[in-house]
């Protein structure tokens, strides 16, 4: 897929400045002004990276998040002439520390968000921002993360995590959660159209929302990961820190193999407990800047991720380097590695089971046949990821928003 036929276009922005010959795809062309709806921007991870794409495919100069805490030079880079308006709770003393703590008022504060001057929504949402209150003659394409893993399927996983099994605080949480999702099922069939990340995350709106919703693979930044034959003797797992990415079961099948050293890549509300597991042979580096990220991924052995991932940024950019993938075989890792059925080519391998004894496993099996995966491989695969095929695949899914829209509203 790729873009629609662009075309010149000379008119003028909301605010009244000209826009002089812009060359912008045409389904953007024939909408005076479109914005951009987001969760949250607590960094730079993988929502923000679609966020900065869809950025791109718009030409919007606005965008509404519940809270904005990107560096100056994240939005010099990505959101040049952007502006953020984020929700009057964003200017709390130390927000970005306990913001999280508020999912419940979230659903409240952004339906505040004021979006009717506008021709256009698009959403980009793994929670909140696909419940904007929009006009029913407003076209809304909303791109889907996930539904809220907390408020649904993964409820009792977060709930024990968080040690609110029983007991009064539990209750409350429990009725916490209990209203967000009356709320999500409420909004659910807001946006004319929606697309999610992966093939995972389609099932999953298929199964709590019963609406059926096409895939289209965020994008991601290729050509910054160039292609590496040498492996070096480490393995590598990078990510945020949080509790379902379950680092600690990686960590932890390291630390029965010490004579195979691993580094953990990423930062998040788990550093410290996870550190506390670490053993002689696994090295935390924190928050890795651009630079060193690619080198780190680039050189190890393999990426092993034990988490359930929406899609996995991290998995595809691995791949990028042609560095494989040893994955937990359910979520977006499901989408993105080849395992040789039909006689594609092999760029990892996935295990069944979120057990210690899984992953120790799966490594024994790869080390067992390092010669069965090419780093041209992985590379051949990552290549379908790229933003370019983003970028056409929006377009066409904006094309079909407004057309649905029209048949419903005239």
């Given amino acids: 897929m790729g873009y629609a036929v662009p075309i010149d276009v000379t008119g003028r922005h909301r605010d009244g400045l000209v826009a002089s010959a812009l060359?912008?795809?045409?389904?953007?062309?024939?909408?005076?002004?479109?914005?951009?709806?987001?969760?949250?921007?607590?960094?730079?991870?993988?929502?923000?990276?679609?966020?900065?794409?869809?950025?791109?495919?718009?030409?919007?100069?606005?965008?509404?998040?519940?809270?904005?805490?990107?560096?100056e030079d994240i939005k010099a880079k990505y959101?040049?002439?952007?502006?953020?308006?984020?929700?009057?709770?964003?200017?709390?003393?130390?927000?970005?520390r306990y913001y999280r703590a508020l999912f419940f008022a979230c659903?409240?504060?952004?339906?505040?968000?004021?979006v009717m001057e506008f021709d256009a929504v698009i959403s980009s949402s793994a929670a909140f921002a696909r419940g904007v209150l929009t006009r029913p003659d407003q076209p809304h394409l909303c791109y889907v993360h996930s539904p809220a893993r907390y408020a649904w399927d993964e409820q009792f996983s977060y709930l024990a995590q968080g040690k609110l099994s029983w007991g009064p605080k539990a209750l409350m949480y429990r009725r916490m959660l209990y209203k967000l999702r009356q709320w999500d099922a409420?909004?659910?069939?807001?946006?004319d159209l929606m697309v999610a990340n992966s093939s995972y995350v389609a099932a999953r709106i298929r199964r709590i929302y019963g609406r059926d919703a096409s895939v289209v693979h965020p994008p991601v930044a290729i050509d910054a990961f160039p292609l590496v034959e040498k492996r070096e003797d480490y393995y590598v797992t990078a990510s945020f820190l949080a509790p379902y990415k379950r680092t600690d079961l990686v960590i932890e099948a390291f630390r029965r193999m010490p004579h195979r050293k691993l580094i953990v890549v990423g930062e998040g509300q788990q550093a410290k407990s996870l550190k506390s597991l670490g053993a002689d042979n696994i090295l935390f580096t924190g928050y890795l800047t651009q630079a060193a990220y690619v080198e780190t991924i680039s050189h190890a052995r393999a990426l092993v991720?034990?988490?359930c991932e929406d899609f996995g940024i991290a998995l595809a950019e691995a791949q990028a380097s042609g560095t494989p993938l040893i994955a937990f075989g359910?979520?977006?890792?499901?989408?993105?590695?080849?395992?040789?059925?039909?006689g594609e080519d092999v760029t990892g391998l996935l295990f069944r089971r979120q057990e210690i004894d899984d992953v120790v496993a799966a490594v024994e099996g790869f080390e067992s046949r390092p010669d069965s995966i090419s780093a041209e491989a992985c590379r051949r695969n990552a290549v379908r990821f790229s933003e370019t095929r983003f970028q056409g695949e929006i377009a066409q899914a904006f094309d079909t928003a407004k057309r649905l829209n029209r048949a419903r509203f005239g």
């Fill in 330 to 342: 359910r979520g977006g890792a499901v989408d993105i590695v080849k395992t040789g059925a039909d």
């Fill in 23 to 71: 060359k912008i795809p045409a389904s953007v062309a024939q909408e005076r002004s479109i914005v951009l709806v987001h969760d949250w921007c607590p960094s730079w991870r993988g929502g923000e990276r679609v966020l900065s794409s869809l950025v791109k495919f718009s030409q919007t100069r606005d965008v509404f998040t519940l809270f904005d805490f990107l560096g």
């Fill in 107 to 114: 659903p409240f504060l952004i339906e505040q968000f004021d």
């Fill in 186 to 191: 409420r909004t659910a069939h807001g946006p």
């Fill in 79 to 96: 959101f040049t002439d952007v502006v953020f308006h984020t929700s009057p709770v964003n200017r709390l003393p130390y927000i970005e």
């Fill in 305 to 307: 991720f034990a988490g």
